[in-house]
């Protein structure tokens, strides 16, 4: 029998609830100290796709030419720190204000024990602001941005509020610059209940390809495999798919890794 102390798992907080209530669904899983999600530390895969950087594909920070990043559903703001420390000046944003509150503390924290060693000429500057990703405007946020980076994000979105994640990556994103993706969970199945909901590469093809539209279906929601991947002129088309090396525990089983790290960019690039 379950503990009763143990923490409700996290469908269970959205079980039922409507679109409109999950950022208020959000905020209290925050609030009961309920974030399963948190990894304690920043996504390794991230760290060897910028330094390793495949193709020169992404254009990094240099002294005469800032880059601005944004990390929607920052929670702990593991990954705003890793890429400060790539010389990006962050935009940590989450909707819970409580979840803000956990990341600067554990910034402050990281950042005096000295972890997140600056791999550029300069660390970047870290911002975090509260707002509802959706919202069409923010405040005190410039936009549009170099990079994004989405880890546990994409998967916090049930199908139905897919096709405007998509748009309004599309629409954060400048020309030139690129949208990364650690996909995960990458083997569970559209029929699980989530948080997270089942993100397989085929439902990020389904959704960039075209913003702002519904793929194909199938009866539990899952983006149909192949029918969804020719791009339309104002998508996002995919320049790099691969299992990184290395990532976080959560994705990998029996030491195999089920993560992807995926780089896009405007189609018409
Ligand atoms: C699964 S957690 C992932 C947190 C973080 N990316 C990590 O890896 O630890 C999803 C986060 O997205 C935030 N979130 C959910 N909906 C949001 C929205 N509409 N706008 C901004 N943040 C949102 C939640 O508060 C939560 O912190």
């Known amino acids: ?130 707002q509802d990703f959706y919202a069409e405007e923010w405040k005190d946020v410039p936009t549009p941005f170099d990079l994004i980076f989405d880890y546990t994000f994409f998967c916090a979105m ?25 996909e995960f969970p990458s083997e569970k199945k559209a029929s699980e209940p989530g948080p997270p909901w089942a993100a397989p590469p085929r439902e990020y093809l389904g959704y960039l390809s075209n913003p702002g539209a519904q793929p194909p279906t199938d009866e539990h929601g899952g983006v149909v495999e192949g029918l969804a991947e020719s791009v339309s002129p104002g998508g996002l088309k995919r320049l790099v798919h691969v299992k990184p090396r290395r990532t976080h525990e959560s994705g990998t089983q029996d030491g195999r890794v089920q993560d992807y790290i995926s780089v896009w960019a405007h189609a018409d690039e």
């Not at 509020?161 to 030139?176: F, H």
Request: aromatic letters at 8%; proline letters at 10%; hydrophobic letters at 35%.
């Open 158 to 182: 049930p199908p139905p509020l897919r096709p405007a994640w998509a748009s309004r990556m599309k629409s954060l994103l400048r020309p030139g610059g690129r949208l990364v993706c650690l």
């Open 1 to 130: 029998m379950a503990d009763s102390s143990e923490p409700p798992k996290l469908p269970k907080f959205f079980e039922g609830a409507p679109l409109h209530a999950h950022s208020f669904q959000w905020n209290k899983c925050w609030e009961t100290k309920c974030t399963p999600w948190d990894r304690g530390g920043p996504s390794m895969a991230l760290h060897d796709l910028l330094k390793e950087n495949p193709l020169g594909i992404i254009q990094l920070p240099t002294e005469g030419s800032p880059k601005r990043a944004l990390v929607p559903g920052c929670g702990r703001g593991h990954d705003v720190l890793l890429l400060s420390s790539f010389g990006y000046d962050v935009y940590g944003l989450d909707v819970s204000s409580q979840a803000l509150d956990e990341a600067r503390q554990n910034a402050e924290r990281a950042l005096s024990e000295g972890l997140y060693k600056i791999e550029a000429s300069t660390r970047g500057a870290i911002n975090w602001t509260c």
